[in-house]
């Protein structure tokens, strides 16, 4: 791949795109699916007054949300990863509209059922079980509505609410057009007077460069571009949490945060508890920015000079098909059927690998087990994109296990364990690597990138989660989210996070800006937890072998049919403790003195 020019999505190789055709084999056949489900909404109110007085119709009614669940996931899936190869082709940007539009008609054609399930007293429910032993499959989900039932509200309300569906992601969707599609940058000449091309995708490889004058000029021109559009993308997470507001409000939450959190079964004390944790533990990440600062032989650490590697002279090209051998060796500790599973991903295109014009920032893997997972990717080849294959593999396959382990309604995972399968899969790849290579050079450019990934997904991801809780209480506080508010705010908040030896940078308060996990609903904290989740299993799984890989699958294949908390405990992880992330950041501790004794 050339690094000087992204490709048009039509110049893609095929093999190298994902084959979403496994899904539907033409957009006319999914214009043929999208039509077809029309007729679900109709359906699904043909219940409405039936399902809390008769369990034969309760029956019904749940294996008919069953195949609405698979149905709306592959015409979501479809018209979602085709929007992403190209966000600017709007031919394909109406059709994740139109997905949308169909799965909120069909809420709203369904919000009848919550509040008649809620309505069933508890002995007569029991008698529904026992009169039809088939619901037991559906158990788990029942109760994951009857539990909602003082924040329900009456059927007519609930339908209300459901048909603002679309209407409450438009803050999202409007800053991720922005950002992804209609922001374009100037190209930067580097040292050596190549042209390199800054996007909002390759801003770290560029800011890897090891002339640190480039890096500054790649850093202040990126953020002088979303300087421009500061007030619009304040304006856009004012309405996101305006819209978390209204509707926690509505159904009689305390705040934002347990709005959210509750959807999942977390209690806020996690939440809270893992910003607390990582405050105790600030000392080792400031250890850590002296050092970079040392290694580097800089008078002044900048927030450009975060991504650079601090053994700059380790080859670190790494190529796809390198990548990829290596991350199946890595992994073979899970065992033949999972390296078989990532073999199968590798060869029947499930993954989308390399940036083109237009396609979709970051990485992600589709959550759909049917008829199987899809990962997005913007391969750089390098070892951070080695990483990443490994990271949304741990996705996928988590996904695949649940979906062929579980019935249709718990097969999904909830958010909060989504990062442990994934993060689980790094750490083993860092792992791997670290005891394989006897060259010291390696070791401490291995040692640094784990502790990269601490400092990116412990430290950083709990520092965006407080900044988000910053916002929820501002705007429950009647604030209104200005830009220069969230610039103050969040400059304060990198100061605390890097400590004295690092100059947070004026550009860095804008950083809120890029990112767009900030419209998910106090998403980020999972990161962080699921890292700490991830770090535990790990290490029993190298340490105890075949017992600790039996349990983890067990995990992997639960999908969500307990609570979060007690899925993890199958791992043998507690996260209602803060003792995995304690324990995790002692390990970065640990990791930051093997460093600074190999750099002496």
Not at 60 to 77: F, N, V
Request: proline residues 4%; charged residues 30%; glycine residues 6%.
């Amino acid at each position: 791949m050339e690094e000087n020019r992204l490709l048009k999505r039509s110049e893609v190789p095929q093999e190298n795109t994902w084959k979403l055709e496994d899904i539907f084999a033409s957009d006319d056949e999914w214009f043929k699916e999208y039509e077809s489900l029309k007729e679900l909404p109709g359906r699904a109110a043909e219940f409405a007054g039936k399902i809390s007085k008769d369990p034969a119709c309760l029956l019904e009614y749940m294996k008919l949300q069953d195949e609405i669940g698979i149905r709306l996931g592959s015409l979501y899936t479809y018209a979602s990863c085709r929007s992403d190869e190209d966000t600017a082709n709007n031919y394909y940007q109406d059709m994740s509209g139109k997905a949308r539009s169909v799965m909120v008609g069909i809420m709203g054609a369904a919000a009848f059922s919550g509040p008649e399930i809620m309505s069933i007293p508890d002995d007569v429910m029991e008698n529904f079980y026992k009169e039809q032993p088939e619901l037991e499959t559906y158990r788990r989900s029942i109760y994951g509505i009857r539990r909602m039932k003082e924040h329900m509200l009456s059927p007519e309300t609930e339908r209300v609410l459901a048909l603002s569906g679309e209407m409450s992601g438009a803050a999202g969707n409007i800053s991720g057009v922005l950002r992804d599609a209609e922001m374009k940058f100037p190209d930067l000449t580097d040292a050596e007077g190549n042209t390199r091309q800054l996007t909002e995708d390759n801003l770290p490889f560029l800011l890897e460069d090891p002339d640190v004058n480039f890096r500054r000029e790649a850093f202040q021109t990126y953020y002088k571009r979303f300087s421009e559009f500061k007030n619009t993308f304040a304006a856009t997470l004012d309405a996101q949490f305006k819209q978390l507001l209204f509707y926690s409000r509505v159904r009689n939450y305390e705040d934002t945060l347990s709005a959210a959190l509750d959807e999942n079964e977390v209690p806020t004390d996690v939440y809270l508890n893992l910003i607390e944790a990582v405050h105790g533990n600030l000392d080792k990440m400031y250890r850590y920015v002296r050092l970079r600062k040392k290694m580097l032989g800089l008078d002044e650490l900048h927030m450009h000079d975060v991504y650079v590697p601090i053994v700059g002279d380790v080859a670190v090209k790494v190529p796809y098909e390198e990548a990829k051998k290596t991350v199946l060796e890595a992994l073979a500790v899970l065992g033949e059927d999972y390296t078989d599973l990532l073999k199968k991903g590798f060869d029947e295109r499930w993954i989308d690998v390399y940036p083109n014009e237009g396609k979709r920032g970051g990485a992600y893997s589709s959550g759909s087990g049917r008829p199987h997972p899809y990962v997005l990717l913007n391969q750089k080849d390098n070892l951070d994109s080695m990483f990443t294959l490994a990271h949304e593999m741990g996705h996928s396959l988590h996904s695949w296990y649940s979906t062929k382990n579980q019935p249709v309604s718990t097969a999904d995972y909830v958010i909060f364990v989504a990062e442990v399968a994934s993060t689980c899969n790094e750490i083993l790849l860092v792992r791997h690597l670290l005891k394989t290579t006897a060259d010291k050079r390696e070791r401490m450019y291995l040692i640094n990138h784990f502790l990269d990934s601490f400092k990116g997904t412990l430290y950083r991801q709990t520092m965006l989660a407080e900044f988000e809780l910053m916002m929820g209480r501002m705007a429950e506080a009647g604030e209104t989210l200005t830009a220069d508010a969230l610039c103050e705010k969040y400059r304060k908040l990198n100061e605390l996070y890097f400590g004295p030896d690092m100059i947070s940078d004026e550009e860095i308060g804008l950083e809120w800006a890029r990112i767009p996990h900030f419209f998910y609903d106090y998403y980020m904290f999972q990161y962080a937890t699921g890292f700490s989740a991830a770090v535990a299993i790990a290490n029993r799984i190298l340490e105890e072998g075949a017992p600790a890989v039996e349990d983890y699958k067990k995990f992997l294949s639960s999908g969500s049919s307990s609570d979060p908390i007690s899925l993890l405990k199958i791992a043998g992880v507690d996260m209602s403790t803060p003792a995995p992330v304690n324990s995790a950041l002692e390990l970065f501790g640990e990791l930051v003195e093997e460093l600074e004794k190999l750099a002496d």
